[in-house]
């Protein structure tokens, strides 16, 4: 008996003292209630009234009154004919629960848009929470014990200083905003970043600056770095040529106070674009222009924190080459996961849209994300959002998946492990065994350029069962110049039924990848290593690939060269590779519907 009641002594003091002596638990982790997985939020009823997502369980608290701020900073390093100092102008609203003492993080929107546009239409102040992006964040987190913050960067709103487009001076005003927000006796020290495009580069700005502060980050559709942005291959996009004038026009207001937002990178930028399009290689000047306006490379060696990475796989204002392209064989997403930081990704079939902007996910044609239309918009995106920055910014809760969710062209989601996958399969296509057709000049090759358009169709790829391309396709074309440029840009077709599926473009001087040209030699061969978008598509059983050839193709310029810089295509010395993967219906993901009511 005396034996049993020690050990019922010694039960009682162990389940007494059990977390003494092992992990420590926190009552925030007791009292966060466990998540629904992934794969069963499809069985949940989801708020799908509004005009984006909302969380599964409202917070219990209100934001108080909207405060604002103007934040010094010391500019004269960074501009050599601007001001010595401005300041940063921020608004921020914090949650009821800071009244008792209680420190929160905060999650903010860095962006030039605050009372953006022409006088008498202007968009918004920081002062007002904005439309969209800014309601999100405010109605989904402010209630569970989050800051919401607006910044406004150099040059725009009330923010004084240099409009700085992507410079280092922003970068240095996104910065101490950051800095600021980190360091509040409210704040506990944790800053997340949210927004797309503009609003995503500038998440990347703060990186590269590497504060401490800054937890998490997640680009909508973000820029990366400028000149990938503008330039694919050397390929100009047609807004190349007006994207700083278009931003300068619409930041300033043309009184006097202007004179304090105009510094020499704006004279810069005004000919960024066209000396950039003519000059090719013969341009060494703008190569540091566009090296301050890189910031995904910084950001990777002088920063410490976890990345959302969202993106459209049918955008062409931010195109996914953004995060998964670069030079040749760069891999943005990758790299990153590779190196040792926290990353997950949400890869829609989408354009420039977040994932719940369903009022524009119709906004769409075939080919370029209408087949996947009716299981797009992600109603469970602010909760996914939840559950990452309630771990990374609250500390609270289990740590998210290191997962890529990526949905198919034909609509179907699936998890992957990383995108693109690691485990694709080459499928190499010699495009000498394809039939193909276009301009025989002299009896030569077909040609390129001029308004010659060459088709080379890849018939019955695989007669047997359905391909799924899922990565970055290449393109190995020998080609011969018959001038120092010349330009390719190719439509990748189903054979069948001409759907698009992706493309990819490349001026000729830029052959071996990337943003390094060099000279090319009239008459004289050379590969061009030509990489395609990012595609995540289905090609039926027995259907086969149609590459159409062209010297430009939808937003992109024509070679600057005009017609005189030709190019011949060798079909018998080229070749196609799709990268292959073969997946069951075990990584399907259902996800979430739109009520009925």
């Known amino acids: 008996m005396r034996g049993h009641v020690w050990a019922l002594i010694l039960l009682f003091i162990g389940a007494s003292f059990s977390g003494c002596f092992g992990e420590e638990s926190s009552s925030e982790d007791i009292?966060?209630?466990?998540?629904?997985?992934?794969?069963?939020?499809?069985?949940?009823?989801?708020?799908?009234?509004?005009?984006?997502?909302?969380?599964?369980?409202?917070?219990?608290?209100?934001?108080?009154?909207?405060?604002?701020?103007?934040?010094?900073?010391?500019?004269?390093?960074?501009?050599?004919?601007?001001?010595?100092?401005?300041?940063?102008?921020?608004?921020?609203?914090?949650?009821?629960?800071?009244?008792?003492?209680?420190?929160?993080?905060?999650?903010?929107?860095?962006?030039?848009?605050?009372?953006?546009?022409?006088?008498?239409?202007?968009?918004?102040?920081?002062?007002?929470?904005?439309?969209?992006?800014?309601?999100?964040?405010?109605?989904?987190?402010?209630?569970?014990?989050?800051?919401?913050?607006?910044?406004?960067?150099?040059?725009?709103?009330?923010?004084?200083?240099?409009?700085?487009?992507?410079?280092?001076?922003?970068?240095?005003?996104?910065?101490?905003?950051?800095e600021w927000l980190g360091t509040q006796e409210w704040s506990n020290g944790n800053v997340g970043l949210y927004g797309k495009s503009y609003e995503g580069a500038t998440q990347w700005e703060a990186a590269a600056m590497g504060s401490e502060y800054l937890k998490t980050i997640v680009p909508i559709s973000g820029t990366t770095a400028l000149h990938p942005l503008l330039?694919?291959?050397?390929?100009?996009?047609?807004?190349?040529?007006?994207?700083?004038?278009?931003?300068?026009?619409?930041?300033?207001?043309?009184?006097?106070?202007?004179?304090?937002?105009?510094?020499?990178?704006?004279?810069?930028?005004?000919?960024?674009?066209?000396?950039?399009?003519?000059?090719?290689?013969?341009?060494?000047?703008?190569?540091?222009?566009?090296?301050?306006?890189?910031?995904?490379?910084?950001?990777?060696?002088?920063?410490?924190?976890?990345?959302?990475?969202?993106?459209?796989?049918?955008?062409?204002?931010?195109?996914?080459?953004?995060?998964?392209?670069?030079?040749?064989?760069?891999?943005?997403?990758?790299?990153?996961?590779?190196?040792?930081?926290?990353?997950?990704?949400?890869?829609?079939?989408?354009?420039?849209?977040?994932?719940?902007?369903?009022?524009?996910?119709?906004?769409?044609?075939?080919?370029?994300?209408?087949?996947?239309f009716e299981n797009m918009t992600r109603w469970d995106w602010a909760q996914d959002l939840f559950e990452w920055f309630e771990y990374y910014l609250q500390e609270r809760g289990p740590k998210p998946d290191m997962t890529a969710q990526i949905q198919r062209n034909d609509g179907h989601w699936r998890i992957e492990e990383i995108w693109p996958p690691t485990d694709s399969e080459p499928l190499q296509i010699d495009l000498g065994d394809c039939d193909y057709d276009g301009t025989f000049v002299g009896g030569g090759p077909p040609v390129v350029g001029g308004g010659q358009t060459i088709t080379i169709n890849c018939p019955d790829i695989n007669p047997n069962s359905a391909i799924h391309i899922s990565g970055l396709p290449t393109a190995h074309l020998s080609t011969v110049p018959s001038f120092d440029g010349g330009q390719i840009f190719i439509e990748m077709q189903d054979l069948e039924t001409g759907l698009r599926l992706g493309h990819a473009t490349m001026d000729v001087r830029y052959h071996a990848g990337g943003s390094e040209p060099q000279t090319v030699t009239p008459g004289n061969e050379v590969i061009m290593m030509m990489e395609f978008q990012a595609i995540d598509a289905l090609l039926p059983a027995g259907h086969g690939i149609r590459l159409i050839l062209t010297d430009t193709g939808e937003d992109y310029l024509a070679p600057a060269c005009g017609s005189a810089c030709t190019l011949h295509v060798l079909p018998s010395l080229s070749e196609l590779t799709l990268p292959i993967i073969d997946r069951t219906n075990s990584t399907t993901l259902i996800v979430p519907s739109p009520s009925e009511n």
Not at 31 to 40: K, L, M
Not at 49 to 62: A, I, Q, W
Not at 289 to 298: F, L, Q, W
Not at 331 to 337: E, F, G, K, L, R
């Open 31 to 178: 009292e966060t209630p466990p998540y629904t997985s992934i794969w069963d939020r499809h069985t949940l009823e989801w708020n799908t009234t509004g005009s984006y997502s909302m969380v599964l369980e409202t917070g219990p608290y209100s934001p108080l009154s909207v405060q604002e701020t103007l934040i010094p900073v010391d500019t004269s390093e960074v501009w050599e004919t601007g001001p010595s100092s401005a300041e940063v102008h921020l608004s921020y609203w914090l949650p009821s629960n800071t009244e008792t003492g209680e420190k929160v993080p905060v999650i903010a929107v860095i962006s030039p848009y605050f009372s953006y546009g022409p006088q008498g239409s202007e968009s918004t102040p920081t002062n007002i929470v904005s439309a969209g992006r800014g309601e999100f964040i405010f109605d989904n987190f402010v209630p569970h014990g989050y800051a919401f913050a607006q910044v406004a960067v150099f040059g725009t709103e009330e923010s004084s200083g240099c409009f700085d487009y992507r410079g280092a001076g922003e970068g240095l005003g996104i910065h101490a905003a950051v």
């Open 231 to 372: 330039y694919k291959n050397g390929s100009a996009e047609a807004r190349s040529q007006v994207m700083h004038m278009n931003y300068f026009s619409s930041t300033v207001d043309y009184n006097e106070d202007d004179l304090d937002n105009v510094c020499p990178d704006i004279v810069e930028g005004l000919f960024a674009g066209p000396v950039t399009y003519i000059g090719g290689e013969m341009d060494p000047y703008m190569a540091s222009y566009y090296e301050e306006r890189s910031h995904i490379d910084k950001a990777f060696n002088n920063w410490n924190g976890s990345i959302y990475w969202v993106q459209g796989m049918q955008d062409w204002n931010v195109d996914p080459h953004q995060v998964f392209g670069g030079p040749i064989g760069t891999n943005w997403y990758s790299d990153y996961a590779n190196s040792g930081y926290d990353v997950r990704g949400i890869l829609g079939q989408w354009g420039h849209d977040y994932p719940d902007q369903w009022q524009k996910h119709d906004d769409i044609d075939s080919g370029y994300g209408a087949e996947a």
